[in-house]
């Protein structure tokens, strides 16, 4: 199987895995425990903690979650006032903020336009004075199309409100902007482990809890933390700080292959140039996406997000853009990054080519 869904989820990290071991198999205790184990536990715990919070913004807390779901949650919930966010956001955020505004919350979903990139005058228009929150992806996870994180912060700012990135895609590969007030990230985006991730929330701002039950962890966070999960976020956080030019210099080698070798009749959505390297999303007018995966057994690539891939429905951030439900669902999402090899990209990439030009043969 050649893996090409690294926006879904990343390969595990062999140096994650073996930093997870130890705390799975010898060291059962709980952190939050006060006797000798359970502070060794606490330990390795608070250096994952210093190993994440090293690649967000200074001046600030970081309270591990059991995702960027919860994260984003709790970010979005435990504010208040009217709420500006973007329409090709994450359902993480879309889903939660139509909760909280369907209990009373305002809130204004702007618009991109064809590249994916939001209008900064119609930003400013929305973010006035009343506003509390404006929730923005940094690294878009269907078309790599990066925002403009930090104006969009200006803009909240200026209004009063609090910044919130969703920095799931870009963290430790695209710069997270210091004006944030929130950060949501995740583990197994970066080659850690599924079941983790983290919020950081700048010193100063306080949330109200979203989960109740002990505030065990930091800025009151309710729940046991795994050790285990914990250290391998941790190594995969410092891994990618440590690899980080390397990383990028590969992505951006295997980009270059990848546009060079798709021909003439395949059209990237999105920015080409504000966007990240290795998400690649392509539409081929008249693809039949569903059968190129058939035909395509041995690659594992996407149509859109992993969180919405069962649902039948086209994707809303390709729509959002401006496509048509026939151009989403003609469009094909390829993700690659440090484990990827460039044979193997070219494997994948000859395969899809052949099996969509079958399809127009038999057209």
Known sequence: MIYLDYQATTPLAPEALEAMLPWLRDSHANPHSSHSAGRAAKAAVEVARER?????????????????????????????????????????????????????????????????????????????????????????????????????????????????????????RVPIPDACDLVAVSGHKIHGPKGIGALWVRDGVTLEPLIHGGGQEALGRSGTLSPALCAGFGIAAQLIANRANADQAHVELLAG????????????????????????????????????????????????????????RPSHVLQAMGLTEAEARASIRLGFGRYTTQEELMTAIDAIIAAAAAQEMVA
């Not at 920015?271 to 996406?289: A, E, F, M, P, W």
């Open 52 to 172: 994440v919070s090293a690649l967000l913004p200074p001046g600030g807390s970081l309270a591990f979650t059991s995702g960027a779901t919860e994260a984003l949650n709790w970010a979005i919930k435990g504010t208040s006032g009217s709420i500006v966010t973007i329409a090709t956001e994450h359902a993480a955020v879309l889903d939660t903020v139509e909760a909280v505004r369907r209990e009373g919350r305002r809130a204004v979903i702007l618009p991109v336009g064809v590249d994916g990139l939001i209008d900064l005058e119609a930003a400013r228009a929305a973010i006035a004075p009343g506003v509390g929150l404006v929730a923005a992806m940094l690294v878009n996870n269907e078309t790599g199309v990066i925002q403009p994180i930090s104006a969009l912060a200006d803009l909240a700012h200026a209004a009063g409100a609090l910044m919130l990135c969703d920095a799931v895609q870009g963290y430790g």
């Open 257 to 312: 292959i990848a546009r060079q070798h798709f021909g003439p009749g395949w059209h990237i959505n999105g920015s080409t140039n504000q966007r990240y390297h290795g998400n690649l999303n392509l539409r081929r007018d008249g693809l039949d996406v569903a059968r190129l995966m058939s035909d395509c057994r041995t690659i594992a690539f996407s149509a859109g997000s992993a969180c919405a891939s069962g649902s039948g």
